[in-house]
């Protein structure tokens, strides 16, 4: 299209009154919808002084919060990361009966409210429930304690890898790992060879969003959790507790430590994609041996 | 495959951790959801007096906690704000028939009363009741679809309205009707109708039990609000338990005892009293008479013929709560 500007049929963004109303409503929209609340959580915490909000996080209970927090991302976000991986693997390198039906499966916990994921786990594992009887003579305790947390957690967060992934190895096919296979490398050679390196930014960008909902769950940890403090409380509760307690001070500082959570973790994915690609970039290397199998099965093939 | 092993092996240890500690020496408290600080200086004074053991609390919804409770939820001592919710205990077995008679005064420590906080200097002049329905008066006080609190200040209002209209039925309806066109908005809580009223600066006065304006004062400053205590108000109870099924299970019943025994000490009333509740014990309410103004309370007993009643006459589908709101 390079006839000359006049005549040409006008298109949407052409007008600068156009571009510029447009951006204008998109930082508005991101200022007051993402940028305020943020920096009223922050403003809040200290709004009271510097001392206050120290004693406020060294609360034993607070501490005691957080380190739940991270003791339930530290099992529950490899846990699903292995799931992710190897269902994501399987849908799209495999051809079985029922395919179709897994991917379905694997996103219901994106469709499904929380809190209905809570109470389906106090219907399955409740005294009341269906295994709770056999639970309780066996003196295993999943609900009301650290287990249940995490597993309500892995419901809610069990599609983010496996999401991020199936979209990419489906575009990228099978024929590296066929090439691979070929060549004899064992199956978890390909994966970590050629698989992985291929998937790794996908990987990790689940990785992040996976750990940053574990840490951020509500509303199914609120129903198995039981609220015990300094036990079960973990700190999306306790910000709760702490805001119904008349602690705004408290609950905001305890804010600020889960925000605080969450930018730590989108913080080391930059620097860490940063990295990667620099490296990528010095040593093509890395990209060796995906142009290796490359000829290997057009070599295959033809 | 190592590392599904080693995720076992801290699963399996995670799990072992909380058998090992049920030892007697321990006890968790299912509480309600704004007493944290209560039971934080309650259980202090206690374990000074019973070294070696530990107390530990869950707050909640207290309907919320009955459920967990009998779901699973290994709580020794319930220590409540609802009747009902203990009834509900009762009715799955949990906690016995009689579990008013265990410890004095219908099992209930302390108590308070749906009470009144106005803007500072009381501009409305609100005095009782009576002023509520006044067309100049907004009213705030939460959903009583989904607040215990504001079922209390319905009741009350109720119990106020029945008193002065010698029991004349249609009369009564019409003020209690009247004073829920008063309210503007309905929040689903007290803490977000307590952010209405001081936050949002929204109403002239806020409903809500006296036990709680003690500690709004405290976050919102003294000199903002003032407490004022209507001519007559309900008897709001906040009922103890021992959850028979969890201390026999785990030997503690009389640890269980001797705790809640200890709310009804001098110390342990003093302590509750020190956080806005009402007590029974002589000579702490003599020590706290002058932050406590006489009040003439009424009983849902004696009202309302029980909470039986008043769950299937008021609160339950096709009640008069149903019928009043739904007038809106």
Known sequence: MSAPVKGRPPRVGDAPAFRRALIGVVLTLVAIVIIAPLVIIGYQAFSQGLKVYAEAIAHPDTLHAIGLTVITALIAVPINTAFGVAAAWAITKFDFWGRRFLLV????????????????????????????????????????????????????????????????????????????????????????????????????????????????????????????????????LHIELLYHDYQTSGAFAAASILALLAVVTLVAKVLLERHGAGRARRRPALAAPVAAAKTASAEVSS | MKRFLLVGVALAALLAGPLQASAADKLLNASYDVARELFAAENAAFLAKNPGLSVDQSHAGTSKQARAIVEGLEADVVTFNQVTDIEFLVKNGFVSDDWKKDFANQASPFYSLPSFLVRAGNPKGIKDWSDLVRDDVKVIFPNPKTSGNARYTYLAATAYAKEAFKGDEAKVKEFVTKLFDNVPVFDTGGRAATTTFVERNIGDVLITFEAETRSIAKEYGSDKVESVIPSVSLLAEFPVAIVDKVVDKRGSRDLAKSYLDFLYTAEGQRIAAQHGNRVHEPAIAAEFKDQFPEVRLVTVEDVFGGWDKVQKEHFGSGGLLEEIYGER
């Open chain 1, 105 to 236: 499966v694997i996103e219901i916990p994106f469709s499904i409210s929380p809190i209905v994921a809570g109470v389906a786990y106090l219907f399955v594992y409740g005294l009341q429930g269906l295994f709770g009887p056999a639970l309780e003579s066996a003196d295993i305790k999943i609900l009301f304690a650290l287990p249940g947390i995490v597993l309500a957690s892995m419901f809610v967060t069990a599609p983010f890898v496996a999401r991020e992934l199936i979209p990419l190895m489906q575009a990228q096919g099978r024929d590296l790992e066929e090439a691979a296979t070929s060549l004899g490398a064992s199956g978890w050679r390909t994966f970590f060879f050629v698989t992985l390196p291929n998937i790794r930014w996908a990987l990790l960008y689940g990785v992040v969003l996976c750990n940053a909902r574990v840490m951020g769950e509500f509303g199914a940890v609120s129903v198995v959790s039981g609220n015990i403090r300094g036990q079960t409380n973990t700190l999306p």
